[in-house]
């Protein structure tokens, strides 16, 4: 990527080839990736222990019409477990897999051959009245279900449930009407897996009894954290923008700007911002294509009252400048001498501070006028 609001250069390499487009702004949406639990719970020697991605692709695969019986472990590389933060969307992505898979299971099938349920379709309006219905008629994975199918034994083993907002939290209640067990543990008795068999054992700490007890299962489901996207750390380099201490990027202002970056012209939505469901994803993006059309519309960015201007007879093209402008405002040219640009300056006067040609000033700050003002003070002192 070259150039700066109103004027990049994006080269972009695909299998048909490569082309460069002009651009006027860039939206950054690259998204984020599900973490691998290598060290946890025997995921790499255990074929029955899966993530949550796995699990959702051998569903739509249908390969799992003999599971019926299946511990979800939240929290797994989570909130202290390598990771420090909750990922928000686990909880409510594993109660979606899970209430699927009770209601395969209960229509006479095992968890395989459908699509997943879409978790974003909320019950709409009389989804309540519904449940209890079903409730009152015995319907549910822990009943007998019409069509002569079984009930899955189903444990969601966590550490608290996240399942904000309206929807998640009515397919929480939902979870539960169909006697989805949630088991809590905590960090001081994580669960233990080994294989028994072609089965696996869970033994895990029931706080409420006071003891170890455990359960054999037909497969153990890892939710595990999202994690920055692996080319973040080079995106970030190329377009000068900022990432936090989880490796997401980091927005202007997590208030007044939440789509944007301090650099003018570059915008930011979705999964490689923060963990965030589609609905949020969404609204995300329809905020940065927002944000990114007004200066498209107006065609012009007016400059600041204050920014830097390089005295190119003495500069001497070392670079320095470029490297500290955090906005990206300030180039080598064909001729190797610093340019401002003035529609990306902010004025900071970073640059203005390391050149050691003392070739840049800033507007109304030149080194004249700054000391015109302490001598001025002084004299003042004086009188
Ligand atoms: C297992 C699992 C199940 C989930 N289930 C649900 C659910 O049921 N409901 C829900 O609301 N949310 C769910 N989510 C979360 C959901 O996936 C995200 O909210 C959503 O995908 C975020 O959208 P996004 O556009 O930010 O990122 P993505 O959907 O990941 O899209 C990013 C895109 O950028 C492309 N890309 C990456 N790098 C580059 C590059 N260098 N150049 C060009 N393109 C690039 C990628 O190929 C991809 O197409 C689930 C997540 C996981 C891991
Ligand atoms: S499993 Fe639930 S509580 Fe744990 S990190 Fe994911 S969303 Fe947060
Ligand atoms: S730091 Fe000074 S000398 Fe070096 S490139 Fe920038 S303006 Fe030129
Ligand atoms: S004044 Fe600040 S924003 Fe402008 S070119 Fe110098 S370092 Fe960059």
Not at 59 to 87: H, M, N, P, W
Not at 127 to 132: A, V
Not at 287 to 310: C, D, K, N, T, Y
Not at 321 to 340: D, G, M
Request: proline share 3%; with cysteine; aromatic share 6%.
């Amino acid at each position: 990527v070259e150039g700066h609001i109103g004027d990049f250069k994006v080269g972009i390499k695909s299998a048909s080839g490569s082309e460069t487009l002009e651009v006027g702004t860039i939206i950054l949406a690259i998204g984020a990736e599900e973490y691998i639990p290598h060290k946890f719970y025997g995921y790499d020697d255990n074929e029955k222990v899966v993530t949550l991605a796995d699990f959702e692709r051998m569903s739509k695969k249908g390969e799992l019409k003999d599971v019926k019986d299946v511990a979800f472990i939240q929290c797994v590389g989570a909130r202290d477990q390598d990771k420090t933060y909750c990922s928000r969307i686990c909880c409510n992505v594993a109660i979606k897999a899970a209430i699927h898979l009770a209601d395969k299971v209960a229509a006479g099938g095992g968890g395989g051959e459908a699509e997943a349920p879409k978790a974003e379709e909320p019950e709409k309006t009389g989804g309540r009245k519904r449940r209890s219905r079903r409730r009152r008629d015995g319907a549910g994975a822990g009943s007998a279900p019409s069509s002569g199918g079984g009930r899955a034994n189903i444990t969601i083993f966590n550490r608290t449930i996240n399942a904000y907002g309206v929807h998640h939290e009515i397919n929480f209640n939902t979870a539960r009407e169909k006697r989805i067990k949630f088991q809590k543990y905590d960090l001081d008795n994580l669960p233990k897996i080994s294989a028994a068999g072609d089965k696996v054992k869970v033994e895990y700490f029931a706080e409420t009894l006071g003891g170890w007890r455990d359960m054999t299962v037909d497969m153990v489901v890892l939710s595990t954290p999202l994690v920055n996207h692996p080319e973040a750390e080079g995106i970030s380099k190329l377009l000068k923008i900022p990432r936090g201490a989880e490796g997401f990027f980091l927005e202007a202002h997590v208030k007044l700007r939440p789509v944007e970056f301090a650099t003018e012209g570059v915008y930011l939505a979705g999964t490689c911002r923060a963990p965030a469901d589609i609905t949020e994803a969404v609204i995300q993006a329809n905020a940065a294509a927002s944000r990114a059309s007004i200066p498209m519309a107006i065609g012009f960015v007016q400059g600041e009252a204050l920014m830097s201007h390089v005295n190119q007879d003495i500069c001497v093209g070392c670079g320095t400048c470029t490297t500290v402008c955090a906005f990206n405002a300030i180039q080598l040219n064909e001729n190797n001498k610093a340019e401002t640009i003035t529609a990306a300056c902010k004025g900071c006067g970073a640059c203005a501070s390391v050149c050691p040609q003392k070739a840049i000033t800033m507007t109304h700050y030149s080194d004249d006028q700054l000391l015109s003002e302490v001598l001025a003070c002084f004299e003042e002192v004086k009188e």
